[in-house]
């Protein structure tokens, strides 16, 4: 098992990061707000968790071994895989979900994409005796389901910036998908930094 890999950022893609150890790229999956704290040439350490396939080896990457721990007991309930596992830690700290689960906050899970009600309800029995406590030393700042980050303009500006973009460019992109935030904000959901990284590297993309 791979608990970590650490040495220089050798490149970032918008869902991977490749991590230069004893002359061997590695390549990392990882979430946004991992990414944005990457830089090309600097030196990172990611937790790592390897899932194994018949057909693919594949190392998820996160910033600390709470996310990876995290990351790996959301997939002992059934039909949250990986992927899935790394959207939930995308969209909300470790202990918001631990605070999420514990206190059986439904709207906090249906705001991951790909999580429906009756999925929101069948995780939180399962999940109900298997994160265990929130650890953070600000939980009753957090607030029940706070996002990873403070400000999804924040986070995603950041994102395009350790992918190489100029923060004119950064601050333009964030603009074009502002609308497509704050009509999932008015609905009552969380912004899905995800979609909107993916939406704003498209718009770069059609820039250039």
């Known amino acids: 098992m791979i608990a970590f890999v650490s040495g220089p950022v050798a490149a970032l893609a918008p869902t991977?990061?490749?991590i230069e150890v004893g002359g061997i790229g590695m390549a990392v999956q990882c979430a946004p707000g991992t990414l944005?704290?990457?830089r090309i040439g600097q030196e990172a350490k990611l937790a790592t968790s390897l899932v194994v396939r018949e057909d693919s080896l594949t190392l998820y990457g996160f910033a600390d071994d709470d996310e990876r721990q995290v990351f790996e007991l959301l997939q002992t309930a059934s039909g949250v895989g990986p992927r899935l596992a790394q959207a939930m830690l995308a969209t909300h700290s470790p202990d918001?979900?631990?605070i999420a689960v514990a206190t059986g906050d439904e709207k906090a899970l249906t705001a991951v994409s790909g999580i429906g009600k009756k999925g929101a309800q069948k995780l939180l029995l399962e999940l109900k005796d298997r994160l265990g406590e929130p650890v953070g030393a600000h939980i009753g700042q957090q607030g029940i389901g706070a996002p990873?980050?403070?400000?999804?303009?924040?986070?995603l500006q950041a994102a395009l910036i350790g992918l190489g973009y100029a923060t004119r460019e950064a601050d333009e992109a964030v603009a074009a998908v502002a609308p497509q935030a704050e009509a999932a904000i008015a609905g009552g959901e969380r912004a899905p930094v995800p979609q909107l990284l993916r939406a704003a590297l498209q718009t770069l993309n059609r820039a250039r």
Do not use: I
Not at 148 to 155: A, E, G
């Open 96 to 98: 918001a979900l631990r």
């Open 36 to 38: 944005a704290g990457l």
């Open 148 to 155: 990873v980050s403070s400000s999804w303009r924040d986070q």
């Open 16 to 18: 991977t990061a490749v």
